[in-house]
């Protein structure tokens, strides 16, 4: 019995290093559980890099929820982005290696045709303008409906959009993911639109890299952009969460994605 019972421990610590890793949590979320109208330029670590003032992104009543989500219907939200106004940013632990993945609810109020970026992340010293992951909406030319778009590094990177298939006013769950690679040049940013909540990663709905740009030394941060006055859509932001694995991000840690996994050892052992 003893022998068995050894042998037993022994093969759940060999099965624990096979199974993959329990979720974690986050490593920063914000749920914008501030009062209605609290600017947010200098709440809860947000600080504003441009047009501090103009058009002042601020607090709104409700939350943005989609089925599933751990931050669905949690607190308030992010009042719907104007343009050319105020940009804010929030730091998390910089990350060098592995990957970064960011979920967010997003629903789109209208958007305009030449198409702008509204959330991205940042490498470094956010002044330095070192942006990465740069999330776009564009609108279709002949109906109100948009394509979310997705670009590596600056403006002169290839922009990669999905069909124009999305419509206004539905909230959408976004996951935009950093990924280290071991190269110079050829770290890549995957955009999710609308996955499942099953803790399981999917396939990118949008993947892109630039050879031209430098890769992140210190991805340590992300913003919210109002864009250009003739391109920029109007937006409504919640429910941000950071992780460094997909069920970080994604997941409710008390349900983790591997719970079957002390299950998969007793069936293996009988």
Same mark, same amino acid.
């Given at each position: 019995m003893k022998k068995l019972a050894i042998t037993f421990i022994a093969f759940a610590a060999l099965a624990a290093f096979a199974l993959p890793a329990l979720a974690v949590g986050p490593i920063y979320t914000e749920d914008f559980n501030y009062a209605p109208a609290t600017a947010l330029n200098g709440t809860g670590g947000w600080s504003a890099h441009s047009g501090a003032g103009t058009n002042p992104q601020t607090v709104a009543s409700g939350s943005l929820t989609y089925p599933g989500y751990p931050s669905s219907g949690v607190g308030n939200k992010l009042g719907t982005l104007a343009t050319s106004g105020e940009? =804010? =940013?929030?730091?998390? $632990?910089?990350?060098? @290696?592995? @990957?970064?993945? $960011? @979920?967010l609810m997003v629903n789109v109020v209208s958007s305009q045709a030449t198409g702008d970026y509204f959330f991205h992340y940042f490498d470094g010293v956010i002044a330095n303008n070192t942006f990465r992951g740069r999330v776009f909406v564009k609108k279709d030319a002949t109906t109100t409906n948009y394509a979310f778009g997705l670009q590596f590094g600056s403006s002169t990177t290839t922009q990669v959009f999905t069909p124009f298939s999305y419509t206004p006013g539905t909230t959408h769950l *976004?996951? *935009?993911k950093y990924k280290f690679n071991p190269a110079t040049a050829d770290d890549q940013v995957m955009l999710y639109v609308d996955p499942a909540i099953d803790c399981n990663e999917p396939s990118p709905t949008l993947t892109t890299t630039d050879a031209t740009q430098t890769d992140a030394a210190n991805l340590d941060g992300? @913003? %919210?952009r109002q864009g250009s006055g003739t391109a920029a859509a109007a937006v409504q932001v919640d429910g941000i969460r950071v992780g460094l694995t997909w069920s970080d991000a994604t997941c409710d840690i008390a349900t983790p994605a591997h719970q079957s996994s002390w299950g998969q %050892?007793? $069936? *293996?052992y009988r």
């Open positions: 940009d =804010n =940013n929030h730091t998390f $632990t910089g990350q060098t @290696a592995g @990957a970064v993945y $960011t @979920a *976004l996951v *935009l992300v @913003a %919210i %050892i007793k $069936t *293996l």
